[in-house]
């Protein structure tokens, strides 16, 4: 298996725009999970998935945030309309499940600038 | 509210000179405690995952160990290449979602 896919790995935009970042997790994995990643706050959940149905959305900062999960293969964290304090790195992150033994794999990670 | 700090929060080492991270929790009845590695613009990659008190587990030169109320992530006569931030993350048995530490970052100098 390729491991869990993101894109685009680097994105530059300016304040105002909509930005889509795109994961595709491990065939088999029920569980999908996204991820910010600044110096200051360390690795935040933002929200997660089982079999494509959000879960707990408690982490997403604000109504600018969404995420969609359309099929098993596919999600998306879309930020509208972006701010600078929305530059991080998004990770994506799946799981077969949610037991102790339920291991995370992240994504690669995409690099987020907002001018 | 769940906390997990790891200390130091960055560690200087020779190659050869062993030395020890400490993630330390207040999770109540820890469901699991995951270390990870994360290499700079990677994503975190799974090391090791604790369930018990007592409990070891051992990777090449790094060895983790679990007590009740910390994890110890022990690093033996480490290589430049064991240079990376490791991550802790605590699982509590009501909310099943890992809580991260901020991590460790680690240099070894050849």
């Known amino acids: 298996d390729a491991g869990v896919i993101q894109s685009p790995r680097h994105e530059v935009t300016e304040m105002g725009q909509e930005v889509t970042l795109r994961c595709k997790p491990i065939s088999g994995h029920d569980y999908l999970f996204w991820y910010r990643q600044t110096m200051m706050r360390g690795l935040e959940l933002l929200i997660y998935f089982n079999n494509n149905v959000p879960i707990d959305d408690s982490g997403m900062p604000e109504d600018r945030f969404s995420a969609k999960m359309p099929n098993a293969s596919f999600s998306t964290l879309k930020i509208q309309p972006s701010e600078p304090r929305d530059s991080a790195v998004y990770f994506c992150?799946?799981?077969?499940?949610?037991?102790?033994?339920?291991?995370?794999?992240f994504g690669p990670g995409t690099r987020l600038t907002v001018l | 509210e769940d906390q997990v700090t790891q200390s130091p929060e960055a560690l200087r080492l020779q190659e050869g000179e062993s030395s020890s991270l400490n993630c330390s929790y207040t999770v109540s009845g820890l469901r699991g405690l995951f270390w990870y590695r994360q290499d700079p613009g990677k994503g975190p990659e799974f090391l090791f995952t604790l369930y018990s008190a007592g409990e070891e587990k051992e990777k090449e030169r790094l060895k983790a160990t679990l007590t009740k109320k910390e994890s110890f992530l022990h690093i033996t006569a480490p290589k430049p290449e064991d240079s990376a931030t490791y991550l802790c993350a605590v699982q509590a048995p009501r909310s099943y979602i890992p809580t991260f530490g901020r991590g460790t970052s680690l240099i070894v100098h050849p």
């Open positions: 992150a799946s799981s077969l499940g949610l037991a102790g033994g339920d291991t995370q794999y």
